[in-house]
């Protein structure tokens, strides 16, 4: 059973999940991180570090978040590939350039406080 990246995500991608990582199976979406499903070796590291509770076992994740299940799984199913997810301290340090994906992502999604 794979971990999955729900809601609360969207608006922090806060990067201390991908640290810790054994695999370096977090990938980098438009609105949020996502857990490559064959990639994750299932070792839970990443739980206790998101600042948001949004990581999830697959077979754990809250009722009103199930369609998250799915939303992990689809940018794997094919087409276009995510690229991989940076360190903390990488996209920390992309924020600072005004131009940067990283910036811009919290431009439209205002960090949550």
Request: glycine share 4%; hydrophobic share 30%; charged share 30%.
């Amino acid at each position: 059973m794979t971990y999955i990246v729900a809601e609360p995500c969207i608006g922090t991608k806060d990067h201390a999940c991908v640290d810790v990582c054994p695999v370096e199976c977090f990938y980098e979406g438009p609105d949020m991180l996502y857990i490559h499903p064959e990639e994750c070796i299932d070792c839970g590291a990443c739980v206790p570090e998101c600042p948001v509770a949004a990581i999830f076992e697959e077979s754990d994740t809250p009722e009103q978040w199930k369609s998250y299940i799915a939303k992990n799984a689809e940018p794997f199913n094919g087409g276009d590939a995510l690229p991989k997810a940076p360190t903390r301290d990488k996209w920390e340090e992309l924020k600072k350039d005004p131009s940067s994906d990283a910036a811009k992502y919290y431009q439209a999604y205002p960090k949550k406080e």
